[in-house]
Antibody
Framework: QLQLQESGPGLVKPSETLSLTCTVS??????????WAWIRQPPGKGLEWIGSIYYSGRAYYEPSLKSRLSLPLDASKNQFSLNLTSVTAADTAIYYC???????????????WGQGSLVIVSS | QSVLTQPPSVSGAPGQRVTISCTGS?????????VHWYQQLPGTSPKLLLYANNNRPSGVPDRFSGSKSGASASLAITGLQAEDEGDYYC????????????FGTGTKVTVL
């Protein structure tokens, strides 16, 4: 059974880098059917796609975050990560790692979600 | 910056039917891209509820159904149950280059 688990600091200072890691168990990250994504949700608000990465390294980013974002992936460890630089209070959110399932004839769907990791940006 | 608009809230008594609309534009739903729906129960992660407009993943009751027409989509819950109370989000793809994968603003379903 596929499981995704986020890990990382729950508190980050303004202007510093937010770093989270997602560990995937129960499936291979190198399947051609999957991207691996990050989605965030500010407290009490809606969902925002951050970016998606393929095992080959091909990645797609939310344009408004692209200049501050990197999504490294290490398939040998079954992990992918999120690095967001120069954070502000606006980056405070629950961060979810998600499997982004590519389906022929349709747009990819976010079909498995981690439990989420709350990251607060505050001094 | 959600580009798919949903009503903030809908409510209904147990057993009733409620619908949630999701209004997009010519760069997303109106361009022919499919819509997926997610259910987020209180204190939990979102869960894929419907994919490609009206398809249920294994385990999702047939009380949930969806449709799409033009630049809009809708989710219907028939036979509303207390366990359905939570937030619902639509999601699609946008080709405007301002973003790629877009979510709706979210709708809170309250069972009276």
């Amino acid at each position: 059974q596929l499981q995704l688990q986020e890990s990382g600091p729950g508190l980050v200072k303004p202007s510093e880098t937010l770093s989270l890691t997602c560990t995937v168990s129960g499936d291979s990250m190198t399947s051609s059917s999957y991207y691996w994504a990050w989605i965030r949700q500010p407290p009490g608000k809606g969902l925002e796609w951050i970016g998606s990465i393929y095992y080959s390294g091909r990645a797609y980013y939310e344009p408004s975050l692209k200049s501050r974002l990197s999504l490294p992936l290490d398939a040998s460890k079954n992990q992918f990560s999120l690095n967001l630089t120069s954070v502000t209070a606006a980056d405070t959110a629950i961060y979810y790692c998600v499997r982004h399932f590519v389906v022929a004839g349709s747009i990819p769907q976010f079909d498995h979600w981690g439990q989420g990791s709350l990251v607060i940006v505050s001094s | 910056q959600s580009v798919l608009t949903q009503p903030p809230s809908v409510s209904g008594a147990p057993g009733q039917r409620v619908t949630i609309s999701c209004t997009g534009s010519s760069s997303n739903i109106g361009a022919g891209y499919d819509v997926h729906w997610y259910q987020q129960l209180p204190g939990t992660s979102p869960k894929l509820l419907l994919y490609a407009n009206n398809n249920r993943p294994s385990g999702v009751p047939d009380r949930f159904s969806g449709s799409k027409s033009g630049a809009s989509a809708s989710l219907a819950i028939t036979g509303l149950q207390a366990e359905d109370e939570g937030d619902y989000y639509c999601q699609s793809y946008d080709n405007s280059r301002s973003t790629l994968y877009v979510f709706g603003t979210g709708t809170k379903v309250t069972v009276l």
